[in-house]
């Protein structure tokens, strides 16, 4: 029971790393838009917005740039790229606001 509660917290962190856009990439796939990368890991996988948001920031190439740059270098860059790229029914502003301040957190760890 001791090591099954140690080892929830890890599969949990491996659970988010994984998952693709169907073409059988792995946890670094890439998509052609933020939208994609969104879409498939907020309705397809079903996370929230929030952690999809921070999955497609910080774990996936989105068009040209590479995983963990897309969203920029601060807050405020990523919540201007988020809102720009996603669609407005997907997130809330106080939703984007939220996953921008924990990916500018997440991102350097």
């Known amino acids: 029971m001791r090591l099954l509660r140690t080892l929830i917290p890890f599969m949990f962190l491996f659970a988010i790393s994984c998952g693709d856009n ?5 946890d670094d796939e890439p998509y ?4 994609l990368c969104f879409d498939d890991h907020n309705k397809v996988e079903d996370f929230d917005a929030e952690t999809s948001i921070k ?4 774990d ?3 068009g040209s ?11 405020a860059a990523c919540e201007t790229f988020v809102a720009a790229n996603l669609a407005d029914t997907d997130a809330s502003a106080a939703q984007i606001t939220s996953a921008c ?3 500018i957190v997440d991102r350097n760890q």
């Open 65 to 75: 740039s590479a995983k963990n740059v897309v969203c920029g270098e601060s807050a």
């Open 60 to 62: 996936h190439p989105i």
């Open 55 to 58: 999955i497609c920031c910080i």
């Open 101 to 103: 301040a924990g990916y």
């Open 32 to 35: 052609d838009t933020f939208q």
């Open 22 to 26: 169907g073409e059988g990439g792995g």
